[in-house]
């Protein structure tokens, strides 16, 4: 009976896992790369490690967490997730990623002399000053998270995109990963994984862009995107405001705890934009 017993949980948990047989008939999961939460949770303190070593620069930071957060990504959509593919999302991240990491550091030294300031007495209004300092740090915290979440590398040009199956044909503009047989080339942004005969969907990207990102922004449309998606969902702005603030006091407590917190920080960053939000009738 206990041999049975174990068998039956190793069982339940190789099908939780996706590793061993399903034992029950269900919709696929959401996340399907999330349901193994310790295996989550090891990758999380991994993306942690490896944001902290490659900021330790700070300008390289926005590149960092862009690359971490890419990874996670792939990881909770069960895809492919080697770490050679952080290091490459590094390396594209990193041109555009220094100029808006030389940006923030510097908007940043600003505020933090801005309250400072106040904080010394030597400003008339010091508390109001002081105020503006903490929303204004807080801005540019969130506003690196949205960045980073919506940053993705930009298309070579001459060379269409990857994964556009065996035979296919370049096509004009971006072009759509894994089109299925018989797809026709569109022009602009086409779906990907349409499979036969599928048209495409106007305002949807290509595949494996992952959960609330854009296919081939770069720096400079992922910045430009900051504002309207704080606008069009000031929850998430919300909740990455927390994101910002949880990790700022974490390190300050504990300076080695921004290990965690920037794990923690690029997984909200993939969660957020994903979460399921309430729809008005």
Same mark, same amino acid.
Not at 74 to 97: H, K, N, T, V
């Given at each position: 009976?206990?041999?049975?017993?174990?068998?039956?949980?190793?069982?339940?948990?190789?099908?939780?896992?996706?590793?061993?047989?399903?034992?029950?008939?269900?919709?696929?999961?959401?996340?399907?790369?999330? !349901?193994?939460?310790?295996?989550?949770?090891?990758?999380?303190?991994?993306?942690?490690?490896?944001?902290?070593?490659?900021?330790?620069?700070?300008?390289?930071?926005?590149?960092?967490?862009?690359?971490? #957060?890419?990874?996670?990504?792939?990881? #909770?959509?069960?895809?492919?997730?080697?770490?050679?593919?952080?290091?490459?999302?590094?390396?594209?991240?990193?041109?555009?990623?220094?100029?808006?990491?030389? #940006?923030?550091?510097?908007? !940043?030294?600003?505020?933090?002399?801005?309250?400072?300031?106040?904080?010394?007495?030597?400003?008339?209004?010091?508390?109001? #000053?002081?105020?503006?300092?903490?929303?204004?740090?807080?801005?540019?915290?969130?506003?690196?998270?949205?960045?980073?979440?919506?940053?993705?590398?930009?298309?070579?040009?001459?060379?269409?995109?990857?994964?556009?199956?065996?035979?296919?044909?370049?096509?004009?503009?971006?072009?759509?990963?894994?089109?299925?047989?018989?797809?026709?080339?569109? !022009?602009?942004?086409?779906?990907?994984?349409?499979?036969?005969?599928?048209?495409?969907?106007?305002?949807?990207?290509?595949?494996?862009?992952?959960?609330?990102?854009?296919?081939?922004?770069?720096?400079?449309?992922?910045?430009?995107?900051?504002?309207?998606?704080?606008?069009?969902?000031?929850?998430?702005?919300?909740?990455?405001?927390?994101?910002?603030?949880?990790?700022?006091?974490?390190?300050?407590?504990?300076?080695?705890?921004?290990?965690?917190?920037?794990?923690?920080?690029?997984?909200?960053?993939?969660?957020?934009?994903?979460?399921?939000?309430? !729809?008005?009738?």
């Amino acid at each position: 009976m206990a041999i049975d017993r174990r068998e039956a949980r190793a069982a339940k948990r190789a099908d939780l896992s996706g590793s061993g047989p399903t034992l029950h008939e269900r919709p696929p999961a959401r996340f399907p790369g999330a !349901t193994a939460r310790f295996a989550l949770l090891g990758e999380v303190l991994l993306i942690g490690l490896l944001v902290t070593l490659v900021s330790l620069p700070l300008v390289t930071f926005p590149a960092a967490l862009a690359a971490g #957060i890419r990874h996670l990504r792939r990881y #909770i959509a069960a895809e492919a997730s080697p770490l050679f593919a952080f290091w490459r999302d590094l390396r594209a991240a990193l041109a555009g990623g220094l100029v808006v990491g030389v #940006i923030a550091l510097v908007l !940043t030294a600003i505020l933090l002399l801005d309250v400072d300031l106040a904080d010394s007495g030597l400003l008339p209004g010091g508390a109001a #000053i002081a105020i503006f300092g903490w929303v204004g740090l807080a801005a540019v915290g969130v506003s690196l998270l949205a960045a980073a979440g919506a940053w993705s590398p930009e298309p070579h040009k001459g060379r269409a995109s990857a994964s556009r199956g065996f035979g296919a044909e370049p096509q004009t503009g971006r072009a759509s990963a894994s089109r299925g047989f018989g797809a026709e080339p569109h !022009t602009g942004r086409a779906s990907a994984s349409r499979g036969f005969g599928a048209e495409p969907h106007k305002g949807r990207a290509s595949a494996s862009r992952g959960f609330g990102a854009e296919p081939h922004t770069g720096w400079r449309g992922a910045v430009r995107s900051v504002p309207r998606t704080l606008r069009g969902d000031i929850p998430g702005t919300l909740y990455f405001a927390a994101t910002a603030v949880f990790v700022v006091v974490l390190t300050w407590a504990l300076p080695p705890l921004i290990i965690p917190a920037l794990g923690c920080a690029a997984l909200a960053a993939v969660a957020i934009p994903a979460r399921a939000r309430r !729809t008005r009738a």
